[in-house]
């Protein structure tokens, strides 16, 4: 298996731009999680899915952001309108259950 | 809810000593605890986890202990090589939910 796919590795956008980052989980896995890493915050969890529900969006910061899970093998994340503040990587992970979370490699996000 | 705190921010170790990384939590309900080590433009790799009825799991020359009572839980690594650099994360959470709350992080340098 690929692991976790990220897309893009890398995005720099303006000010007001909408941001979509999109998510391939591992075949199988039935939970997709997704975190915000900075400096200043660490890591942490914005939003997570099982079987494609969303469970618990709690930390996610503001109504700009938004995330979907429209079939098994596939999420996106959005931000709209984007913010200097958003600046960060993003990780998408997922999971079988009450397992171990297999991290993606991140989109580093950049906000001008 | 959950705080994990995460000690030190910063280790610097020569190649063959070992490194010692300690964590406290408040919610006594936490009940899995996992450790993520973070190389460079990666996302984190769970490298070892222990569950609260187990007070101690070891694997290779990497251990992990806690202490329920006193909601510690600590990371162990012996004989460190160069390769052992990197941001090592402790994280808690509660049995049923996927809400994994992280540290800080630690930055290990191991000189060669």
């Known amino acids: 298996d690929a692991g976790v796919i990220q897309s893009p590795r890398h995005e720099v956008t303006e000010m007001g731009q909408e941001v979509t980052l999109r998510c391939k989980p591992i075949?199988?896995?039935?939970?997709l999680f997704w975190y915000r890493q900075t400096m200043m915050r660490g890591l942490e969890l914005l939003i997570y899915?099982?079987?494609?529900?969303?469970?618990?969006d709690s930390g996610m910061p503001e109504d700009r952001f938004s995330a979907k899970m429209p079939n098994a093998s596939f999420s996106t994340l959005k931000i709209q309108p984007s913010e200097p503040r958003d600046s960060a990587v993003y990780f998408c992970a997922s999971s079988f259950y009450y397992n171990e979370q297999f991290f993606g490699p991140g989109t580093r996000l950049t906000v001008l | 809810g959950e705080n994990v705190e995460q000690h030190p921010s910063t280790l610097s170790v020569q190649e063959g000593d070992s490194a010692v990384i300690k964590c406290t939590y408040s919610?006594?309900?936490?009940?899995?605890f996992p450790w993520y080590k973070q190389e460079l433009g990666k996302g984190p790799q769970l490298i070892i986890d222990i569950r609260s009825n187990v007070g101690e799991k070891k694997d290779q020359r990497i251990a992990v202990t806690l202490n329920k009572t006193a909601k510690h839980f600590s990371l162990h690594i012996t004989e460190t090589q160069p390769e052992d650099s990197a941001v090592y994360f402790c994280?808690?959470?509660?049995?049923?939910?996927?809400?994994?709350?992280f540290g800080a992080g630690t930055r290990l340098f191991v000189k060669a």
């Open positions: 075949s199988g896995h039935d939970y």
């Open positions: 994280a808690a959470s509660t049995s049923g939910g996927f809400k994994t709350i």
């Open positions: 919610d006594s309900a936490s009940n899995y």
């Open positions: 899915f099982n079987n494609n529900v969303p469970i618990d």
